[in-house]
């Protein structure tokens, strides 16, 4: 066959079939267009003592070309692999030195399949990264790692394509478990990596193969005991565990994230499904894109506020237009504005307003899809997809310069006094809170916004008390309520209570409106005229700017937005105090009066 290998009659070399003419030729084609012939054996001379017989050349064993694997009918691997040197009992050293980087090293690992890959600082970055995660995992410390990076930025090709391989290839025995938003992603991913491990360049590298009677395409096992499991999210986990459980962007798209079904489906089955699969020490993965301050990711770190699993946190975003970019001695990333102070130690990623990977998207081609973003109203999208931060920074409904600020409230006997209070205290909404927002309303319109009051409760008498005790204490004039089952179930209550207390505030029940934007539409067109004030020193001020900006923008929570909305409807029907008149300044027939002269006397008459 002229893959084979034979011996050159002429150079002695051993070379392959296809460099002779013919199967029957004894000198290759390269010493054939030399005039070179094949060598004669040479006559041995006569002598006295007869030579010792000379020992045969050990001709090269020529390998015997491997059986071709077979596959089933729709299992035939769908990815071409580089093909690696074709002797492997005498490879190069290049060739060796290749194996060992791509054993050692991720990114080599990677580019071994992908030659022509284009690897940045961030990508190296990151495979740094998965490299301590896999140490970890190795020393059972149950490390928790989170990627966040704009789209089409490699990722994926990373995390969700190569690292599994490369764990695999060291680790036969683990088992991983791969999640996606869609069980089709998800199996794509498993697909490519099983064929890549069947690869002679991944055979050449490490020991570790996949066990012949273990291949199913989402679901697939090593000869050492490990295995690969794909899924989507919300789908059954079942006989597997996981060494390292990864999940590639676990929200579809804007509708999935903007949707709390959804939010809350993908947050229970990470919890009760997902999470529950993993093995003593075992790590969890998440490489995303930010869409919602309440996705997986935003509960992630919800999470860790609350005492849970402390993941690391890495955000990578495609423009860093804040400062200068720098990895510090923690290896967090992070950006200083023109004129701060750098931390020692701090090793600097790229300059303001540099590209993440300029080779993929340059400065110029991210600044031109922003600007299709902000033209069609849409700055969320490049907020939370591009910059990993799922608010813009000022502002998407409300914006930064609505916001108009008071130093000193004006004085209340000029002023009417309104509270109005958002509930939420139904099964469904446990996570929210209810809130009283006080508002000042003076004699030019201005709303002043005097306190804010939030808190969790499903205790009904409590909330009934609080009504009150914030009424009394901040002097309202008037409350509103929203006509919801809550004040249902809680009026009775208030109406006890006040007749309890000798306290009866007049309140007006406000019907509510199905959509959020409309009702909010007369607080943002005061404030963009600048009649709402706040107080920037304030206790309530951070986490009701934090909320405002965030509204209409993937924020958690709107209970502080409603309750503002509710009491400015509220003021929008009653007319603004009037301050009293000025005392009327005397004419000099009143003055003549008060000094005892009628005004009928003539000044002759003295």
Known sequence: MRSLKRECKSCEEVKLGKEFSSPEAEICTFCASSGKKARQTPEIAPQTAPPAPKQPRAKAQVPVEPEKPTY????????????????????????????????????????????????????????????????????????RLLLMMPYRHGKSEITSRHFAPFVLGHHPDWEIISASN?????????????????????TSVFPTRLDPSSQAVENWNTVGGGGYMAAGVGTAIIGRGAHILSIDDPVRDAEAADSQVQ?????????STAYSRLAPGGGVLGILTCWNDD?????????????????????????????????????????FP???????????TRKKDTALHEERYSLAALLKIKANYFASGQ??????????????????????????????????????????????????????????????????????????????????????ERILKNFVQEGADMLGVEDSQIWKSIESTFTRLSGERKVYPSYEVLKPFTDKFVRAQPLRGRMQAGKVWFCKSHPYYEELEKEMLRFGAGGKHDDQVDALAWVVRLVLNKNAPRLPEPPKMKSWRDKLKDIGMSGSTSHMAS
């Not at 194996?99 to 071994?112: G, K, V, W």
């Not at 939010?263 to 919890?271: A, M, P, S």
């Open 379 to 464: 700055k969320r999208w490049w907020s939370a997809g591009y910059q990993q931060n799922p608010a813009p920074e000022d502002g998407a409904y409300f914006t930064r310069k609505m916001f108009s600020y008071y130093a000193s409230p004006p004085a209340r006997r000029h002023v009417n006094v309104f509270q109005a209070w958002d509930f939420a205290i139904t099964e469904s909404q446990q996570n929210d809170y209810t809130v009283c927002v006080t508002v000042a309303q003076d004699a030019a319109d201005n709303i002043y916004v005097l306190d804010v009051d939030r808190f969790r409760s499903s205790d009904g008498e409590a909330i009934a």
């Open 263 to 271: 939010r809350d489906n993908t947050w229970e089955w990470y919890n």
């Open 72 to 143: 089933a009918p729709g299992d035939e691997p769908l990815t071409t692999f580089p093909l690696v040197e074709l002797d492997p009992q005498n490879p190069s050293v290049q060739e060796l030195a290749r194996r060992a980087a791509a054993h050692s090293y991720l990114l080599p690992f990677i580019q071994r399949f992908r030659p022509k890959y284009q690897a940045g600082w961030v990508h190296k970055d990151i495979c740094r990264r998965l490299e301590r995660f896999m140490k970890q995992v190795e020393n059972q410390e149950s490390p």
């Open 338 to 348: 023109p004129g701060s102070t750098v931390p020692e130690g701090a090793r600097l």
């Open 295 to 335: 996705d997986w990711a935003g509960r992630i770190e919800q999470t860790m506020a609350a005492g849970g699993d402390q993941f690391e946190i890495v955000r990578y975003p495609a423009i860093n237009d804040q400062g200068d970019e720098y990895i510090l001695l923690d290896d967090t990333i992070q950006q």
């Open 182 to 202: 869609a069980q089709s992603l998800a199996t794509s991913f498993s697909r490519y990596i099983r064929d890549l491990m069947r690869s002679d360049a991944f």
